[in-house]
């Protein structure tokens, strides 16, 4: 089995999408998520307290800001603009792929765990998940 899961994204941030692959998976198996862009990730991430989310945005922002920032000024590539280089270093850091287990028809995630897609850029983009179920 194989999709393809588009997902709009308003900016830089963490879109779950959990329950569009929820309502997708049957069988059991390895579902394997890739995402097909170079400035956004994938992540299994708590899904209960919203400012997990938060965090982890602030967290990667100050970890890599924008090439507006002094301590970003031995960046080169900035043709898209200074979130454009920051966002292939994020999705260098991060996961582009993932596997989860697949039994009876639902997946394999902890109680607590979703998943997101990482938006990296700061305007909305278009983005696509390729899934596998094998």
């Keep these: 089995m194989q999709t393809t899961f588009t997902l709009t994204t308003q900016g ?3 879109y779950e ?3 569009r692959v929820a309502d997708w998976v049957a069988g059991d198996g390895l579902l394997t998520l890739f995402i097909r862009h170079t400035s956004a990730s ?3 991430q708590e899904n209960a ?3 997990v989310q938060t965090d982890l945005h602030a967290f990667f922002a100050r970890l890599v800001p924008p090439t507006t920032d002094p301590s970003m000024a031995y960046l080169s ?3 898209e603009g200074p979130d454009d ?3 292939h270093i994020k999705a260098a850091l991060l996961p582009v792929s993932l596997g989860i287990p697949v039994e009876d028809g639902r997946l394999r995630l902890g109680t607590w765990q979703g998943i997101y897609l990482f938006e990296h850029r700061d305007a909305p983009h278009i983005r696509e998940v390729a899934a596998h179920l094998g």
């Design 49 to 51: 307290d919203p400012e």
């Design 85 to 87: 280089m920051p966002a």
């Design 77 to 79: 590539h900035s043709y």
């Design 42 to 44: 994938l992540l299994i």
């Design 12 to 14: 830089q941030g963490l």
């Design 17 to 19: 999408f959990t329950d």
